[in-house]
């Protein structure tokens, strides 16, 4: 576009981009800190020259290579924030955390936690007894009766937790009432 300096108005390009002409100023300037351009500001006219050949947009190609890698990470990103949005399951925090390499406990707060906590158990009891459900279900398909009597923990603690378990499709029941790990 441009071969050599090129005289350009500041005010122009402020009026047309809806910036004050300030912002244009800081914006060329950096421009050129940048080495993107090279910028000569001036009272009357100001200078602007590219420092290094445009190239053509048919010029510029990405390899197949390279965009699938890009598509793969943005996929799984997507993948990331729909699995948060939809989780009914998983504490938003702990989802969060996980998506940046950190770990956390369940935080309580969020409208994951919050629905479970209105079971009335503890993190400690919850997890005792769904870890007695997976371990159980390994090897068996109970009904719930059958289920509740084999754990040994309060039956209406119990009851809660396969309840929950159902009611997020954790566990399901087929049409002999069997439960079974989904």
Known sequence: MFTEFVPI????LSRKSAATRD???QYLVKLSSLNIIRYIPGKKSAL???TEERLVRKALLISADNYLNVKEKYEIRLSKMIDYAD??????SVTLLDYFGEESDRCGICDVCRERNELDLSK???????????TI???KNPDAEGLVKMIDYPEDK???V??????HNKIVQDDDHRLSWS
Not at 9 to 12: F, G, P, V
Not at 87 to 92: A, G, I, Q, T, V
């Open 9 to 12: 108005n500041e005010e122009a």
């Open 23 to 25: 912002t244009i100023y």
């Open 48 to 50: 602007v020259i590219f």
């Open 87 to 92: 989780s009914e399951n998983r504490c938003r």
């Open 124 to 134: 400690y009891e919850f997890d005792l007894i769904l870890d007695e459900v997976k």
């Open 137 to 139: 279900m390994i090897d």
């Open 158 to 160: 119990v009851i809660k």
């Open 162 to 167: 396969i309840r929950w378990l159902l009611d």
